[in-house]
């Protein structure tokens, strides 16, 4: 089992629709859950960093924690053509280091 | 507030040889991390740095080491290099703590003929 999980998609939404982004992980003791964006070609780009459960917002952007459930999820509204990348899930996995286990990435198309 | 910065951008080596990559943590920032990203995968953690001291390693075998200097600036050198190295390699810096965010660089593009 991978320690962190995404679908790799691609996930198509049409423009101005809600775009949900979904992972899971592996080890209960994971303390921190972050988000990046990577446009093809380019490095990763932080957009969410969530710590407890529940919800946060950010812009047009939502992150919501699940500890129980090991999951975590990224919603995008009014998703916008520019917002066309793969997302990657981030976890801290706690093992003494401060290292970031990442997903594979899901593909995000969205449609004008 | 400068960001990370990676040298160089690309690079193209042959089986065999050795490099070295270099990564300019963001201001103010004293943990370094670099990551290997090969296409279609997420980022792999190669090794972290605080203090000049290594503070975690992967699942890399020891040609790859690194440096960190005492203005937080780091190093990264692969001996040896293999065809399976060729990938994107990416810095990342961030504050003291635990939770605290990274931010990347632009990375360097390697690739090994």
């Known amino acids: 089992q991978k320690e962190v999980e995404q679908n790799s998609g691609p996930l198509s939404v049409p423009e101005g629709a809600i775009a949900s982004l979904n992972c899971t992980y592996s080890?209960?003791?994971?303390?921190?859950f972050f988000w990046y964006r990577q446009y093809s070609g380019k490095s990763p780009e932080l957009i969410m960093s969530i710590y407890s459960n529940g919800d946060k917002e950010d812009g047009r952007f939502t992150a919501q924690l699940n500890k129980a459930s090991q999951y975590v999820s990224l919603l995008i509204r009014d998703s916008q053509p520019s917002d066309s990348a793969t997302y990657l899930c981030?976890?801290?996995?706690?093992?003494?280091?401060?290292?970031?286990?990442f997903g594979s990435g899901t593909r995000l198309q969205v449609q004008p | 507030e400068t960001g990370v910065t990676q040298s160089p951008t690309h690079l193209i080596k042959t089986r065999g040889q050795q490099v070295t990559l270099r990564c300019s943590s963001q201001s103010g920032h004293n943990t370094v991390s670099w990551y290997q990203q090969a296409l279609g995968q997420g980022p792999q953690f190669i090794f972290q740095?605080?203090?000049?001291?290594?503070?975690g390693r992967g699942n890399f075998p020891p040609r790859f080491s690194g440096l960190q200097f005492p203005n937080y600036s780091s190093e990264l050198n692969v001996n040896a290099l293999e065809l399976d190295d060729s990938a994107l390699y990416l810095c990342a810096s961030s504050l003291e703590g635990f939770n605290q965010p990274q931010h990347f660089g632009d990375g360097t593009r390697l690739s090994i003929l």
């Open positions: 740095y605080y203090r000049e001291e290594e503070n």
């Open positions: 080890d209960r003791g994971s303390q921190s």
């Open positions: 981030a976890v801290n996995i706690f093992t003494g280091r401060r290292a970031l286990t």
